[in-house]
T-cell receptor, first 114, second 113 residues
Framework: DTAVSQTPKYLVTQMGNDKSIKCEQNLGHDTMYWYKQDSKKFLKIMFSYNNKELIINETVPNRFSPKSPDKAHLNLHINSLELGDSAVYFC?????????????FGPGTRLTVT | SQQGEEDPQALSIQEGENATMNCSYKTSINNLQWYRQNSGRGLVHLILIRSNEREKHSGRLRVTLDTSKKSSSLLITASRAADTASYFCATDARSSNTGKLIFGQGTTLQVKP
């Protein structure tokens, strides 16, 4: 059973479009995260939710909007896609919102904006 | 600002050799974690070391932490081709109460058979 799953795995779209990436975890964790990994492999936190409440909201364009319908799901919606949004997006989860727990990562969604 | 920086950026060794990767960070931390990322995959947690610990072992992995120098190292002994991956350190800043991890840029390790 996959612990943290993301869909789709690949996403190719044109500038200006709106797209969503979905994430689900079956670990019973309280906390979920979205990260962006650029072409140089630099991994940066974007958002974090704990029990459906937003707790981390980094400096991210407001074209990016996370939604957590329940604590097992965290989706990422991106409006008006730009070339610079091309990256790999990772969802992750942890039992609680502290750095004393490891984070479990999904397989990633490679977004290509043309 | 980015918390963790890793050195070297790339490392190529022969199977059976040891691999050492270093991580430096800027502010006081609660914990430091190491992750592995195989090509095209998500990150996998390897080991967590707390700020009051100096060394930790897990199988062929040995992690050290020197809080006075704000640095950590990951040693992989008797490397195997399957260890080929990128390795990242991640810090949990003492000033943070959200569990936010800041990742270094990673060391790409190639182990040649």
């Amino acid at each position: 059973d996959t612990a943290v799953s993301q869909t789709p795995k690949y996403l190719v779209t044109q500038m200006g479009n709106d797209k969503s990436i979905k994430c689900e975890q079956n670990l019973g964790h309280d906390t979920m995260y979205w990260y962006k990994q650029d072409s140089k492999k630099f991994l940066k936190i974007m958002f974090s939710y704990n029990n459906k409440e937003l707790i981390i909201n980094e400096t991210v364009p407001n074209r990016f909007s996370p939604k957590s319908p329940d604590k097992a799901h965290l989706n990422l919606h991106i409006n008006s896609l730009e070339l610079g949004d091309s990256a790999v997006y990772f969802c992750a989860s942890s039992p609680k919102p502290t750095g004393t727990y490891e984070q479990y990562f999904g397989p990633g969604t490679r977004l290509t904006v043309t | 600002s980015q918390q963790g920086e890793e050195d070297p950026q790339a490392l190529s060794i022969q199977e059976g050799e040891n691999a050492t990767m270093n991580c430096s960070y800027k502010t006081s931390i609660n914990n430091l974690q190491w992750y592995r990322q195989n090509s095209g995959r998500g990150l996998v947690h390897l080991i967590l070391i707390r700020s009051n610990e100096r060394e930790k072992h897990s199988g062929r992995l040995r992690v050290t932490l020197d809080t006075s120098k704000k640095s950590s190292s990951l040693l992989i002994t008797a490397s195997r081709a399957a260890d080929t991956a990128s390795y990242f350190c991640a810090t949990d800043a003492r000033s943070s109460n959200t569990g936010k991890l800041i990742f270094g840029q990673g060391t790409t390790l190639q182990v040649k058979p």
